[in-house]
């Protein structure tokens, strides 16, 4: 759809995440950029701030390049072009109701690369210290090989997951553009409940293989079926 239309549907649907989350939940939002227009995804972030607060801005990088380390991983989409550079982060936004939102930073959090910080502050009582918003989590596979051209490795939503906080109960999890699942997967593995919408039926059918595969099918099917008779005819 043209961008405008664009901004405001992500209003509307904006508007309906923020009335079923909890007070204190937490909405992560992902989106990548094309290399010639990178403003799209800060309008679309600030078309959500209208209704949200933007708490954190996080970076998911792809793929790094350090030679002078001996370091080259991950995936990207090549850039065709003499004039822009290869793309190799995507935006996480991580929006909350007022901006208060206490998370579990050390859920995903890193050891110390220095380890007389242990014990040096207060806070410091272990060898894990916060990860920062510059997230390294590359692709699973190489783009041929997706199943979904917007597909997202599973460590993606996990880590948002465990960032909030598991240990404030069972979490609910809502993805409202489910895609193959993999939003699901992570709740699954993590003991969340989930809840998932998409309106595209293949999608639908490969979220459940995969699934499928992340756990029995007897359960799979006791949780994915619900997806086929809700909007799809």
Partial sequence: MPFDEYLDWMEEVAKECFRVLKDDGSFFFNIGDKPSDELRSLRVAERINKIFRL???????????????DVNIGH????????????????????????????????????????????RWEKAKQDLRD????????YETVQSQKVHPAMFPTKLPEMCIKLHGLQ??????????????STAIAAKKLGCYYVCFEK?????????GLLNEAMSEQEA?????????????
Avoid at 55 to 69: D, M
Avoid at 200 to 208: F, K, M, N
């Fill in 131 to 138: 990860r920062g918003n510059n997230w390294f989590i590359p």
């Fill in 221 to 233: 099917n006791r949780l994915i079926k619900p997806l086929y008779s809700f909007g799809i005819s």
């Fill in 76 to 119: 990207y989409k090549p850039v065709n072009s003499d004039r822009f550079l290869n793309n190799c982060h995507e935006y996480i936004f991580h929006f909350t109701k007022q901006g208060d939102v206490e998370l579990d930073k050390l859920s995903i959090g890193v050891p110390y690369q220095d380890k007389s910080n242990i014990g």
């Fill in 200 to 208: 595209d039926l293949e999608y639908c059918r490969i979220a459940e």
């Fill in 55 to 69: 708490q954190n801005t996080l970076h998911w990088v792809k793929s790094i390049a350090a030679p002078e380390e």
């Fill in 168 to 181: 404030k109960g069972k979490l609910v999890v809502l993805d409202p553009f489910a895609g193959s699942g």
